[in-house]
């Protein structure tokens, strides 16, 4: 069976630090990565998406960067975090062109202080 | 455009009570799918069902239910004989059949089942 996993599960950054977080996907191949955020108010926010090694799309103008560096590893990076980059942030995976349902990691509350 | 409307941000129901989520939803695609999503305290959202636009027929899963209604597009989920564990916000998404990747959520609705 597919399992995804995000970590660190829990991370408090000062303001203008890096940023790393990790997903991976067990399970299957080539699945479609997406990273989303979920702001205070509970509003989910699809920030990137991939759909296959190297290939990113960006969906909203941000501080933050992805990277897919193999198949099923998709990293969420930033170079100085923003008080606003805090957040829970969400890593999921697809299948298929059309199926659509998405399965989604635990999450990474991050707090930038 | 697409967009999901969960109107309602915030229900409680005292245990065994029966408990409607309403969900209306606005694309201009023929084709397109719609989804719930449970998300308990831990934080993960878990997938719990999918329609397409082409099949109208009622889903029923347990004490879960799905009425989904083109002429009102609308999708509503329907708890039958509510349990505290059932406490959790429940989003509804939607997909247009041409796009391979983005789910547009709505902005949930938080359930409260009260023992």
């Known amino acids: 069976s597919q399992t995804i996993h995000q970590w660190p599960a829990t991370l408090v950054q000062p303001v203008g630090s890096p940023l790393s977080l990790e997903c991976t996907v067990e399970?299957?191949?080539?699945?479609?990565l997406y990273w989303y955020r979920q702001a205070a108010g509970r509003g989910l926010q699809l920030l990137f998406y991939?759909?296959?090694?190297?290939?990113i799309s960006s969906e909203v103008p941000q501080n933050l960067s992805a990277s897919r560096p193999q198949d099923r590893q998709f990293i969420l990076s930033s170079k100085k975090l923003l008080l606003s980059d805090s957040g829970f942030y969400l890593c999921a995976w697809s299948k298929g062109l059309n199926t659509g349902e998405l399965f989604f990691g635990e999450g990474s509350r991050l707090t930038v202080l | 455009a697409q967009k999901v409307t969960q109107a309602q941000t915030e229900i409680s129901v005292v245990e065994k009570e029966d408990v409607t989520l309403d969900c209306v939803y606005e694309?201009?695609?023929?084709?397109?799918?719609l989804f719930w999503y449970k998300q308990p305290p831990s934080g993960e959202l878990v997938f719990l069902i999918r329609r397409n636009s082409f099949d109208e027929q009622n889903e029923i899963s347990g004490r879960y239910s799905w009425n989904f209604q083109k002429s009102t597009s609308s999708f509503n989920f329907t708890i039958t004989a509510s349990q505290v564990v059932d406490s959790a916000v429940y989003f509804c998404a939607l997909k247009s059949g041409g796009s391979n990747y983005k789910l547009t959520f709505g902005k949930g609705t938080l359930l409260t089942v009260n023992p």
């Open positions: 694309t201009r695609d023929t084709t397109y799918y």
């Open positions: 991939s759909v296959g090694i190297g290939q």
């Open positions: 399970g299957t191949s080539n699945p479609n």
